[in-house]
C-alpha cells in the first residue's frame, strides 16, 4: 500500500501524486497489486475525503 495524505487538496491530487512521483518505482521488484491510497482532510468543512485504486505492476 502507497498511502498519500492532502491538506485542503483532493484525494483525486493525492493518487495523482503518488503515480506522478516515483513511489512505485521504489517498489518495482514487486510483482502484483498495490493499494494507491490517497485522502485528504478539508481545513474548513472539517471532513476527510478518500480514494482507493489498485495499482498493478507486471514485469
Not at 5 to 13: G, I, R
Not at 42 to 58: V, W
Request: glycine share 4%.
Amino acid at each position: 500500500m502507497i498511502l498519500e495524505l492532502k491538506w485542503d487538496k483532493d484525494a483525486n491530487t493525492a493518487i495523482r501524486q503518488i503515480k506522478e512521483k516515483a513511489s512505485p518505482k521504489a517498489i518495482e521488484t514487486y510483482t502484483g497489486k498495490i493499494l494507491l491510497v490517497g485522502i485528504n482532510y478539508d481545513k474548513q468543512s472539517r471532513k476527510h475525503s478518500c480514494l482507493i485504486e489498485t495499482f498493478a505492476i507486471s514485469t
